[in-house]
């Protein structure tokens, strides 16, 4: 079956402007995650959906970013503003409940780059 | 804070055996899982330890001791394929993966 999928692939934005991100889970699965990656580091967790809700924004790193998941399915990763030090890879990562030692899978990722 | 330490970078030879070890500190722990990236690509699930002691996946296992805080990642029989980037990541009492920065491992032939 399909896996997840995020759009677009690469997206190169000038400071100070507005981006979206997109993330297609796997169907069915109801917990969704948003990472960061930078160049040799691991993900750095962002916001975790349960269904439609935010059960876990804590890692978002100040007001610029939002993320939603209004029907419980994709979801949008939303920057305002966006700063040259906003630049990594978007991850996206779905598990079918959340439950505890659930395999996340994970998307190929946004790449983004902020002159 | 929350940290996990691993090797930056580990060297082997095809044919060979190797362990990338991983030590943890997160507020509330529920278990250990590593995950295998290659360059450029997703992160992929390998092994979750939730249980001290070894579980074995094929040529991967993955060991905990919790009262360590720590474990690591037994590869065998290395492959050319097996050259990639592997992240443990302890999973804290929020039920989110806290990262280590990754082992590029490197296989010769």
């Known amino acids: 079956g399909a896996g997840v999928s995020q759009t677009p692939s690469n997206k190169v934005t000038e400071k100070g402007k507005y981006v979206e991100l997109r993330c297609d889970p796997i169907s069915g699965h109801t917990a969704l995650y948003w990472y960061r990656q930078s160049l040799g580091q691991g993900p750095e967790f962002l916001i975790y959906f349960q269904g439609t809700g935010a059960a876990d924004d804590s890692g978002l790193p100040n007001d610029r970013f939002f993320a939603v998941r209004p029907e419980g399915s994709v979801s949008t990763l939303k920057i305002q503003r966006t700063e040259r030090g906003d630049s990594a890879v978007y991850l996206c990562?779905?598990?079918?409940?959340?439950?505890?030692?659930?395999?996340?899978?994970f998307g190929p990722g946004t790449r983004l780059l902020v002159l | 804070g929350q940290s996990l330490e691993q090797p930056s970078e580990v060297t082997a030879v095809e044919g060979a055996i190797v362990q990338i070890n991983c030590t943890y500190q997160t507020s509330g722990f529920y278990g250990l899982s590593w995950y295998q990236q290659h360059d450029g690509g997703a992160p992929t699930f390998l092994s979750y330890n939730a249980l001290d002691g070894l579980e074995e996946t094929g040529r991967f296992s993955s060991f905990l001791s919790r009262s360590d805080s720590y474990g690591y990642l037994l590869l065998q029989e290395l492959q050319m394929k097996d050259s990639a980037s592997y992240f443990c990541?302890?999973?804290?009492?929020?039920?989110?993966?806290?990262w280590g920065a990754g082992t590029k491992l490197i296989i010769k032939p």
């Open positions: 990562a779905s598990s079918p409940a959340g439950a505890e030692g659930e395999t996340q899978y």
């Open positions: 990541a302890a999973m804290d009492s929020n039920y989110q993966l806290i």
